[in-house]
């Protein structure tokens, strides 16, 4: 059950980077190139501080927080740093497993699913991440949610 959530973080972070890896710069309809959402967020310091807050509100969660008692946490908290880095268009890469391999027979559902989201944006509203780039970071989460959850 454990390796359930660990592996839930890594699918989180293998999803952000394979939803994600187009969004390095944006152009508008006026043709206008935005900047990535990595440069929106304040690149990998500001990142790395969201996933730090991230992994303690998980820490601190009695839903889904003993699914982590062997865990490796700051091989996690790497992790997880390169896959959010990369898949918002910054300079990162991960080296893990897909989400699908990563995810088969954890039988995560979409309660787990449901909780790390909630712990994630208790991160984002923590350092005032502004709602569009939320928007656009949980919709690359929302994305691979196929691959990770396997009880409804």
Known sequence: ???????????L????????VACSAVETPSGKVTASLYDRLGGKPAITAVIDEFVG??????RINGRFATTD???LKGHLVDQVCGATGGPCTYTGR?????H???????????????????????FKVPQAE?????GL?????SDIVEIP
């Open 73 to 75: 946490i700051p091989k």
């Open 13 to 20: 972070a293998v999803g952000l980077f394979l939803s994600g």
């Open 134 to 138: 939320q928007k656009e970071l949980l």
């Open 141 to 145: 989460l929302g994305s691979m949610k």
């Open 57 to 62: 509100n998980v820490a601190d969660d009695q």
């Open 104 to 126: 088969a027979g954890m039988r995560i559902s979409n309660a787990d699913f449901t909780a790390m989201v909630e712990d994630l944006v208790a991160a984002l509203d923590t």
């Open 98 to 102: 897909d989400m699908k391999t990563t």
């Open 1 to 11: 059950m454990r390796v359930c959530v660990k592996g839930l973080y890594l699918g």
